[in-house]
């Protein structure tokens, strides 16, 4: 086993068939805004399987702070952010 230096924050993007259908454009919203603050260094942005929330579509988990985001839009993106740097 090996140990991996890793980000302390991170922004799972569910990528599921429901959320999927959303995520493309929030993925590309969030890698802009976290390369725009100078954050990509300090927040991993990594897509996951899906959460089974396909009713809540598209859903951001925020770790290390274990918060969970349904309906997320472009238009979140700011907070989103804003949540990770408390």
Known sequence: M?????????IFLCNGKKCGKHSKELRKALKHTLKEQGLKK?????????T?????????CL???NI?????????VPSIIAMLSK
């Open 42 to 50: 300090e927040i991993l942005l990594n897509c996951m399987e899906c």
């Open 68 to 76: 969970w985001l349904g309906e997320v839009a472009d238009k979140d």
């Open 52 to 60: 089974d929330n396909c009713k809540n579509a598209p859903i951001v």
């Open 2 to 10: 090996k140990k991996i230096d890793a980000r302390e924050k991170a």
């Open 63 to 65: 770790q290390p702070h």
